[in-house]
């Protein structure tokens, strides 16, 4: 009961905080910019007589959220080292791992709202404009969940970063390195992964001569124990981005399991190492 | 001016940032040397010249600025501490003007820039040069070239003094300069893909082999848009150093000049926003 009060505290104290932060309004604004300026770049082909399509400008909030956040966590997480509400929380009688996960649980929740700061302009004025979305409502929410799942997985890593380092330029250096590093090793994976097993027999002319060349393996195929470990870290928060778009209408289950997974250890272990941090 | 120069190389050189900028760089020149050996000696190609490894001090073939990534969060820290620990304000108080006060680090940040740059030749340059790799571009254009490059460097060093002074706040100067320099990355990118679009693209026909007609493209730059993007891409030291780690400068004796008054425009701006910041 007592340790229900003090998280629920703790919530308050960090949801009331968080209405406040210039960051978390910030992040916000920074994602609804790109929303309008995706939904401007996405209008341009209808002004020319052409098909403006929604569905692939909506989904770039995946791709965004974990940049966008790991300045905030740092930012905001940071904040409570560096003006001693840390100590204070720890010194009136909360709990570690209560601090830990109240932290953890108001991250995520500011890096769904900041998703919802892009999503909100993009259906508001995106339907209208460009027309409705081309995949069904049942993809389209199912693709949104398992976005805002690896959000709140990244931003589960990013407060594990946060609160077991006390440097708050340090702690923003690496999480937004990690948010990049990520998303480009995503991008690789995607690359190599889909690369085509065989590749298709051809006809070319040389010599004024109709060629044929047959099929033949594909040497960049990625296969064996290589392919294994490629699909794996494909699945990390973040590399997981890139997945979600490419398989946006049929998002496998095994994405938010994978997000779920992360957000298990992360706080596993950050709640861990935290309880044995030295608060100074 | 003297005393306060010799008291920030001081804390320069005993300061963890740095240390780790040169770890970093340090870093940076071994894998390059790394994958110079492997295709020389494992790969048996090597069909590039020496000035290639050693370009890559401005960034990986026009494509990741490396050195604005590593001295961009490395000289926020930096100047950051300057007001966290209010040693600016100690200055100031001692009778310091606030002129030289932003001169002495301006001039500190463009020599740790500049260093970190000369390390990594010096390091590459020893290890390279052993392998007889050819020098492919005649030394009279690669001397002029590495100069421009360390030039624009220090204008790029030039702009974070700019933002630390008026941000004043360690970790939010952290996040933008290093937001600015990946946005800086990806702004280059797109203006170097819009200069490289064709004039005109060809329609082959059925079976794809001749091309019957050709066509305007209609996201080929006019001369009015493409001068702006051409100006952009060389203004920016981050467009400067990628081309020149690309070896497709066009320009030459634009680069200097635009470095320099980017120095001059950082510089005046600096200091005359921080002449009337008060400093509490």
Known sequence: MRAKLSVNLLLRANFSRLWRSASFWVSVAVMSAISVFELAVGYQPRLQGGAGILDNRYMIFALLSGVVLSAFCSLFTGSEYSDGTMRNKVAVGHSRTAVYLSNLAVCAAAGVLACCGYILPMVIVGVPLLGPFTMSVSSLLWFTLCAFIMTAAMCAIFTMIAMLNQNKAVVAVICIFLAYFLLFLGIYLNTRLTEQAVIPAREYIENGQILVREAMPNPSYVQGVKRTVFEILYGLPGCQAVQLLATAEACPVRLPLASLGAIAVSTTAGAALFRRKDLK | ?280
């Open chain 2, 1 to 280: 001016m003297r005393n306060l120069l010799h008291a920030n190389f001081s804390r320069l050189f005993h300061s963890g940032a740095f240390r780790a900028a040169l770890a970093a760089e340090f870093a940076y020149a071994l894998f390059i040397i790394g994958v110079t050996f492997y295709s020389i000696y494992i790969k048996e190609g090597g069909r590039f010249g020496l000035e290639e490894p050693l370009l890559f001090a401005f960034g990986i073939a026009g494509m990741i600025p490396v050195p604005m990534l590593i001295q961009a969060p490395f000289l926020s820290v930096y100047l950051g501490t300057e007001f966290s620990e209010g040693t600016i304000r100690n200055k100031l108080v001692t009778g310091r003007s606030k002129a030289a006060v932003y001169l002495s680090n301006l001039l500190a940040c463009m020599t740790a820039s500049v260093l970190l740059a000369v390390l990594y030749l010096a390091l590459v340059g020893a290890a390279a040069v052993p392998t007889g790799l050819p020098l492919k571009m005649p030394a009279g254009q690669l001397l002029p070239l590495a100069c421009y490059g360390l030039l624009a460097l220090a204008a790029s060093a030039a702009l974070v003094p700019m933002a630390a002074m008026l941000i004043r706040n360690e970790t939010k100067t952290v996040i933008v300069t290093l937001s600015a320099a990946i946005f800086a990355m990806f702004l280059i990118s797109f203006l170097t893909a819009r200069l490289g679009e064709p004039e005109f693209t060809a329609v082959y026909d059925e079976w794809g082999r001749d091309a019957i007609e050709m066509l305007p493209n209609p996201s080929y730059l006019q001369p009015v848009p493409r001068a702006v993007c051409r100006f952009l891409i060389d203004l920016l030291p981050t467009g400067q150093c990628l081309q020149i780690s690309a070896r497709s400068v066009e320009q030459f004796w634009r680069m200097p000049l635009l470095s320099l008054m980017v120095i001059a425009a950082a510089t005046g701006t600096g200091l005359l926003l921080f002449r009337r910041k008060d400093l509490k």
